[in-house]
């Protein structure tokens, strides 16, 4: 799923094509516009960035997202915990685009 930062519209359906260095590479029905700041919602990842570009061939609209900050599921509950209970989050590297992970 993919949802802008700026405003409340709903998410939209994507599908990662690739995940190649910082940038990720989506297949979506409708177009986006650049510049927009998005999440992408993945099964294990939370993935914030930019879109950097937009184009249709003949199939799917092409996206591609700059990505500014990853951060596993996992993560995102810990750090949500520690909120609600009133402790601070330890920096641990969360928030910052980790290339390690893949999407095969």
């Known amino acids: 799923m993919l949802s802008f930062l700026e405003d409340q519209a709903e998410p939209m359906a994507a599908r990662v094509e690739t995940i190649k260095g910082n940038m990720v590479w989506l297949e ?4 986006v516009q650049c510049r927009n700041l998005v999440k992408i919602e993945l099964s ?6 930019e879109v950097l570009c937009c184009r249709k061939y003949s199939g ?4 591609g997202v700059e990505l500014q ?3 596993s599921t996992g993560e995102v509950a810990s750090i949500a915990s520690e909120l ?6 330890k920096s641990s590297g ?3 685009y980790h290339p390690e992970f893949a999407i095969a």
Request: charged share 10%; aromatic share 8%; with cysteine.
């Open 69 to 71: 900050h990853s951060v």
């Open 44 to 49: 294990h990842y939370l993935l914030l960035g």
């Open 84 to 89: 609600r209970s009133g402790r601070h989050a």
């Open 94 to 96: 969360a928030g910052h």
């Open 60 to 63: 799917p609209y092409c996206v």
């Open 28 to 31: 979506m029905n409708i177009p």
